[in-house]
């Protein structure tokens, strides 16, 4: 029997969905994501959905690249690159037949993901529950249990809140101040201060509540609703930061290579 890399099937592709997809490619899978055909990330920079505009993307030194059908994608696993598939559904499971699949969509609920979707299916924080959704679930709630692997029950609710950030919680977070088109008015790596407009939803700007780099910026041209996510203001100042995945991310993507260990050690793959 030859042995070759096992597929991970990740549904969704944005800054967290990337952490798990880049630590998933670095310990020796082959990574296929999946999108919508207008993603929304907000830290564009390390986000592999960018493909979907960009038609590539390279996200510390891995490149995704727009895959429009099976054979795209075989070709693009081949060069080492990891294919972006635009397919809400994620129907592509079915002539990937993955052997483990991750739901990454971050939507705080279950949108379809079952146990029988694959050998090894993972999901990403609250709304899932280990043993009914998914295999396990991972703890995405910034704090002690970061990235932890829940084998039972669920992880924390959500409380509405984003985790705090060099002292800063909600605040750190722009959002749209009414519904309307979004342009952007600066770009992600400025610093900027309280009061600072970065962004306009119609003629409504949008201004930063406290100083900091902006670490996330919504791409132009995208309709929001009032209160969608649009921004993220980084109080501890360092561009680096705008430019690599996440401690969180990382960490989260460390709970799912555990968890996919687990469920797949031991198992020979042919392919």
């Given at each position: 029997m030859?042995?070759?890399k096992p597929l991970a099937l990740v549904k969704g592709a944005g800054d967290l969905a990337t952490g798990v997809s880049l630590r998933l490619h670095r310990a020796g899978f082959s990574v296929?994501?999946?999108?919508?055909?207008?993603?929304?990330?907000v830290r564009r920079t390390v986000a592999f959905a960018e493909a979907v505009y960009n038609g590539k993307v390279l996200v510390e030194g891995v490149e995704a690249v727009l895959a429009g059908n099976e054979e795209d994608v075989l070709d693009i696993l081949s060069g080492g690159k990891l294919p972006v598939l635009v397919d809400p559904e994620a129907a592509c499971r079915a002539w990937l037949d993955?052997?483990?699949?991750?739901?990454?969509?971050?939507?705080?609920?279950?949108?379809?993901?079952?146990?029988?979707?694959?050998?090894?299916?993972?999901?990403?924080?609250?709304?899932?529950?280990?043993?009914?959704?998914?295999?396990?679930?991972?703890?995405?709630?910034?704090?002690h249990t970061l990235g932890r692997v829940?084998?039972?029950?669920?992880?924390?609710?959500?409380?509405?809140?984003?985790?705090?950030?060099?002292?800063?919680?909600?605040?750190?977070?722009?959002?749209?101040?009414?519904?309307g088109i979004f342009k952007a008015h600066a770009e992600i790596g400025d610093m900027v201060t309280s009061g600072q407009v970065v962004g306009y939803v119609d003629d409504l700007p949008l201004t930063s509540s406290i100083d900091g780099v902006l670490r996330g910026l919504l791409r132009s041209g995208l309709e929001v609703s009032p209160g969608f996510k649009t921004g993220d203001v980084d109080p501890r100042a360092?561009?680096?930061?705008?430019?690599?995945?996440?401690?969180?991310?990382?960490?989260i993507g460390g709970g799912v290579l555990e968890a996919a260990c687990a469920l797949l050690g031991g198992v020979r793959f042919q392919r």
């Open positions: 030859t042995v070759k296929v994501m999946t999108e919508i055909a207008s993603p929304t990330p993955p052997d483990l699949l991750v739901d990454a969509i971050i939507a705080k609920r279950n949108l379809g993901t079952s146990p029988a979707d694959a050998p090894a299916v993972v999901a990403l924080g609250p709304g899932f529950v280990a043993g009914r959704d998914c295999h396990a679930v991972i703890e995405t709630m910034r704090g829940i084998w039972e029950g669920e992880a924390i609710p959500n409380t509405g809140v984003p985790g705090e950030v060099g002292g800063k919680a909600a605040e750190r977070v722009l959002r749209a101040p009414g519904a360092a561009r680096e930061h705008c430019f690599t995945v996440s401690d969180k991310a990382l960490a």
